[in-house]
Nanobody
Framework: QVQLVESGGGLVQAGGSLRLSCAASRSIATFNVMGWYRQTPGKQRELVAVLTSGDSTNYADSVKGRFTCSTDNAKNTVYLQMNSLKPEDTAVYYC???????????WGQGTQVTVSS
């Protein structure tokens, strides 16, 4: 079993920045895809950013140019740097680690991000 522990969420004013961290309990090199999703009440969880083992990164259109997903394999940690935050970025952000086939699929507990206008 793998544990993913997120941190770094909080309250920030519009235009501000936050960096989310997700620490894994084992080597993240064993996963094909790591990334971030977010969810607001009454809505489905949506992809924010994913980074694959081939070093390609995919971002939601709504965050392109503002968010950056990266990893530190030595620390078994994936990051989400969020700049120029908007009120519509308010959500619970979840870290995910999985294999290509989703046969192994792990989620963190979520961290709340609130952007005030």
């Amino acid at each position: 079993q793998v544990q993913l522990v997120e941190s770094g969420g909080g309250l920030v004013q519009a235009g501000g920045s936050l960096r989310l961290s997700c620490a894994a309990s084992r080597s993240i090199a064993t996963f094909n895809v790591m990334g971030w999703y977010r969810q607001t009440p009454g809505k489905q969880r949506e992809l924010v950013a994913v980074l694959t083992s081939g070093d390609s990164t995919n971002y939601a259109d709504s965050v392109k140019g503002r968010f950056t997903c990266s990893t530190d394999n030595a620390k078994n940690t994936v990051y989400l740097q969020m700049n120029s935050l908007k009120p519509e970025d308010t959500a619970v952000y979840y870290c995910n680690a999985r294999t290509w086939s989703w046969s192994s699929d792990y989620w963190g507990q979520g961290t709340q991000v609130t952007v005030s206008s």
